[in-house]
């Protein structure tokens, strides 16, 4: 997901807080439809939620490359930094740097 110009660090709480006032929005808004709609609609909603699961997975992978580097760290201390196994670390890394073609 690109990260609109001028965000960051500053700019995610605010961004992760409006992100829940939307969720509880869209909610909202689903509970008003026809039932049939509703059904519907919210099978939509689970095809998107599940996107966003799948996104955030990748972003994880790629801040545990960040970190990995920018630290110089190795696997072990990385699963540790990370609360993770050194296998399920080196997965992560692996994930991230075999979609980026490194």
Do not use: C, N
């Not at 660090?9 to 969720?23: C, I, Q, S």
């Not at 966003?52 to 110089?72: L, N, Q, T």
Request: glycine share 8%; charged share 35%.
């Amino acid at each position: 997901m690109d990260t609109p110009a001028g965000d960051g660090e500053d700019g995610y709480t605010g961004a992760v807080k409006t992100l829940h006032h939307a969720w509880a929005r869209v909610l909202s808004a689903l509970h008003a439809l026809e039932p049939q709609r509703h059904f519907d609609e919210a099978t939509a909603l689970g095809d998107l939620a599940r996107k966003f699961e799948s996104e955030s997975v990748e972003e994880r992978a790629d801040a545990a490359v960040r970190i990995k580097d920018a630290e110089s760290l190795t696997l072990t201390v990385l699963g540790k930094r990370t609360r993770m196994t050194k296998q399920a670390a080196g997965r992560l890394i692996d994930r991230s740097r075999r979609r980026k073609g490194q």
